[in-house]
């Protein structure tokens, strides 16, 4: 079935506090533009403001998504320790339920179970799923997430740790410098606007728009442009297939950060047992999507 003819499912009702917190950041995320271009810019607050982002980023990319999700690699303590921090500051939840949520996208893709079905249309997979009522959603297993004491400590203080790492350490740093406001404004409520949407894109976007060339069986595409906009995610057709490769982007010119930054740490001794699908099996499956198989 298409997007246009599949029918929908019910939709649960609305999770109040997330539409309001939803709500509220998209309106801080536009004061603090306007914050920075007409009351008071300071290269001090951007830099660090883009940094703030870059480590939430990877923590999301690398950490909640390619670590705990899918144990694509393994991690030292500390790294697992900064990923759990700057992911609580991303607010997307704590790392084992939306570790949770997205096993059971990959285990129910474009079924009824699936959170974030895109079949229910782009705004659904984007961002309305999250400002619903989650319904009754199939048991899936994260019992290796359950045993590691960092998860359940970050589980359990997720909220405490979200403000901390969000908002009170950048306006702790940012009064080093006089721009305790701009830096809650800008490595705050800004980077947490631009950084949802970016991840919501991997929903929405990359189920949409690009190429297959790994599998038709699903929804899910490969996009350079959505890559670019999120450490290299956008290869999300590969990803599919291969949920656990610790390459997003395989080939050696695919724009993936996240993958550079795995490989860098693994020469420094953070992380080990990359775990990479055999060229010749890549090579395989692509050639057999190609002729149709």
Not at 175 to 190: E, Q, R
Not at 233 to 261: A, L, M, S
Request: proline fraction near 3%.
């Amino acid at each position: 079935m298409t997007a246009a003819t599949a029918a929908e499912p019910p939709r649960p009702g609305l999770a109040w506090v997330n539409l309001l917190f939803l709500t509220v950041a998209h309106l801080m995320a536009a004061f603090a533009v306007v914050y920075m271009a007409a009351i008071h810019f300071s290269w001090w607050t951007l830099g660090f403001g883009l940094v703030w982002g870059a480590c939430c980023g990877l923590s999301i990319t690398g950490g909640y998504h390619r670590l705990f999700s899918h144990a694509a690699y393994k991690a030292h303590w500390l790294l697992r320790a900064f990923y759990l921090a700057f992911g609580a500051a991303s607010v997307q939840n704590s790392a084992l339920s939306w570790s949770r949520d997205h096993r059971i996208h990959h285990a129910h893709t474009d079924q009824d179970e699936d959170p974030y079905d895109i079949r229910r249309g782009f705004l659904w997979a984007h961002i309305a799923w999250v400002v619903h009522r989650a319904p009754q959603r199939p048991t899936t297993g994260v019992a290796d997430l359950e045993s590691d004491p960092l998860v359940r400590f970050q589980h359990r203080h997720y909220v405490l740790l979200a403000i901390l790492f969000g908002a009170v350490v950048p306006a702790a740093v940012g009064s080093l410098w006089g721009d305790a406001i701009g830096m809650m404004l800008v490595a705050g409520w800004l980077r947490i606007v631009v950084q949802w949407h970016a991840t919501f894109s991997i929903n929405s976007l990359t189920h949409m728009f690009g190429s297959r060339p790994y599998s038709t069986r699903t929804s899910a595409r490969d996009s350079f442009w959505v890559a670019l906009l999120t450490f290299g995610e956008g290869y999300h057709n590969f990803h599919h297939r291969f949920q656990v490769d610790y390459r997003n982007g395989v080939r050696w010119y695919h724009f993936d950060p996240t993958k550079w930054w795995i490989w860098t740490l693994e020469k420094l001794g953070l992380t080990s047992d990359l775990r990479r699908v055999a060229a010749e099996r890549i090579r395989e499956v692509r050639l057999a999507t190609t002729n149709g198989s």
